[in-house]
């Protein structure tokens, strides 16, 4: 199922949202659309995005959660104007287009306006290159993909506030991950993660961060609260269990120094 050809009588458009009526393609003269600004087509059977999306230069909220997607064109760098993406739940993309990693560095799209991203629950095993380059980024979502670890370059998102990488596979955090000055929100729920950063206790503006559901090598039991609502805003916001791994890992590494210069000197 497309749409019909005689909505090019209503090109005039700004904004299409359709909803659950088993879409399967979009069709090629979407780009003739040219004052469209929003197209949400969440919740459909779309199994490919046609190269033309990138001839709507006005477009600024592209939503394609819940669909069948696999591939993203790289056209879609054509849309400069483009300030919200959303690919959520679509299985099987697991990597976007390396030309749109170009054209995001390149002159003209150096002030590129994309600033939130939705690519959860999909197939991505490394974290797209491409992101790296969009300095607008404030809010990503790559929760629940294969993701195995960050790249030492992911302080090049430097707008960022809120990353969720929830349910992914990653084993250790980098060092850099501290020059994220703007970051408030961190969620690491069920990954593969066996120690937090040191690094980490310099992220002052860090105001959400959860490690639950992590195989964390130290053991840490904090103080108990003074009653239910004070252990829930601890449950829910993590910082002080984090800061007190840190301040416990410290000291274990200080007595294992202590220890190797006994043995030293002996």
């Not at 059977?45 to 033309?52: D, G, K, L, N, Y």
């Not at 054509?78 to 299985?91: F, H, I, P, S, T």
């Not at 501290?178 to 729920?189: C, F, G, I, Q, R």
Request: charged share 25%; glycine share 2%.
């Amino acid at each position: 199922r497309t749409l019909p050809s005689c909505l090019l009588k209503l090109n005039h458009l700004q904004e299409w949202q359709l909803h659950r009526v088993n879409l399967v393609k979009i069709p090629e003269f979407i780009g003739r659309f040219q004052n469209l600004m929003v197209l949400d087509l969440s919740r459909n059977s779309i199994a490919e995005v046609p190269r033309e999306i990138g001839q709507l230069v006005n477009l600024q909220e592209l939503l394609l959660s819940y669909n069948k997607i696999k591939l993203v064109p790289k056209e879609l760098s054509n849309c400069v104007r483009l300030e919200r993406l959303e690919l959520a739940v679509n299985r099987d993309i697991h990597d976007l287009p390396h030309q749109l990693h170009w054209n995001a560095t390149c002159y003209v799209l150096r002030h590129i306006k994309l600033y939130h991203l939705d690519l959860s629950m999909n197939q991505f095993t490394t974290f797209p290159e491409a992101l790296l380059h969009m300095p607008s980024l404030e809010w990503v979502d790559i929760a629940s993909n294969k993701l195995q670890q960050l790249p030492d370059t992911i302080d090049r998102m430097e707008n960022l506030h809120t990353l969720w990488l929830q349910r992914n596979e990653i084993t250790n955090l980098p060092e850099t991950i501290s020059n994220m000055k703007k970051l408030s929100t961190l969620v690491l729920t069920n990954n593969k993660l066996q120690d937090i950063p040191v690094c980490m206790q310099q992220m002052t503006n860090l105001r959400f961060v959860n490690f639950r559901g992590n195989p964390l090598e130290l053991e840490i039991e904090l103080p108990p609260c003074k009653n239910a609502e004070e252990e829930e805003e601890r449950e829910m916001f993590g910082i002080e269990f984090m800061h007190v791994y840190i301040q416990e890992s410290l000291r274990r590494a200080g007595m294992v120094f202590i220890l190797i210069c006994k043995v030293c000197l002996i």
